[in-house]
C-alpha cells in the first residue's frame, strides 16, 4: 500500500491538542475495521510524523517537552502538511525562515491544513489569499487583518476551500477527520472515530 504522508510542524509553544489530535487521527486510521488492524500498520493508510526546525526538544505550551520525528532539512515529502497554533505562533509571524519552509512545502503538498492560529502563519505566508478559512475565536479579527482577501468564517467549526482550516484546539480532530473522510471515504472516518472514542459532529 501506498501510505500518504502526514507532516506535522512543531514550535515551541506549540498548543498541545492542536498537534497531537490531528497525529491520533491520523496515526489511528485503518483501512480494516478493528481494534486488531491497530496493531499493525498493514491497513494504514498514512504515515505520521513530525518536523521542527530542528531535532532539538521543542517545548510546547504547558511545559510538554517533545521530540519532533525530521528537521526540515531531513523530513521526507510531506503529502498532507498540518499547522498547528499555540501561542508559539506570533514569533513566527516575523520568523522569515518559517513562512519560506512553511510556503515550500506547502507547494510540494497534496493537502494543505491548519488548526487554530496556524491559519495566522499561513495568513502570512499568502496560503490564504481569496479563501475562505478560520481560527481560533480569539484570532479571527487578527487573521482578518494579515490579509484582507481572506474570507473569514466565524462560526464554522472546519473550513475546507483548497486548505483545510479548523477553529480552535479540539478542533483539529474534526479537521483530521474531515481529511480522512474525503480520501478515504466516511465510513473509514466513522470507523477511526469509533475507535478513539471521539463523539464527531
Not at 526538544?57 to 520525528?69: C, F, Q, S
Amino acid at each position: 500500500m501506498t501510505r500518504s504522508t502526514v507532516g506535522i510542524f512543531l514550535f515551541d509553544e506549540v498548543e498541545v491538542l492542536d498537534f497531537a489530535g490531528p497525529f491520533e487521527v491520523f496515526s489511528r486510521t485503518r483501512l480494516v475495521a478493528g481494534s486488531d488492524s491497530r496493531r499493525t500498520d498493514e491497513s494504514a493508510p498514512f504515515e505520521t510524523f513530525t518536523v521542527a526546525r530542528t531535532t532539538d526538544a521543542v517545548t510546547a505550551i504547558g511545559g510538554l517537552r517533545v521530540l519532533p520525528n525530521y528537521s526540515w532539512a531531513e523530513a521526507p515529502r510531506i503529502d498532507i502538511l498540518v499547522i498547528p497554533g499555540g501561542f508559539g505562533t506570533r514569533a513566527l509571524l516575523n520568523d522569515q525562515p518559517a513562512l519560506d519552509w512553511i510556503r515550500k512545502t506547502a507547494a510540494a503538498s497534496s493537502q494543505l491544513t491548519s488548526v487554530c492560529t496556524g491559519a495566522l502563519l499561513l495568513a502570512r505566508a499568502g496560503l490564504l489569499a481569496d479563501r475562505r478559512a478560520t481560527t481560533h475565536w480569539a484570532a479571527l479579527d487578527l487573521l482578518a487583518s494579515l490579509d484582507p482577501s481572506i474570507q473569514v468564517q466565524r462560526d464554522a467549526r472546519v473550513v475546507s476551500d483548497g486548505v483545510v482550516t479548523s477553529a480552535g484546539v479540539s478542533a483539529g480532530i474534526d479537521m483530521a477527520f474531515s481529511v480522512v473522510a474525503t480520501l478515504h471515504g466516511q465510513a473509514v472516518a466513522d470507523e477511526t472515530a469509533h475507535y478513539i472514542e471521539y463523539p464527531r459532529r
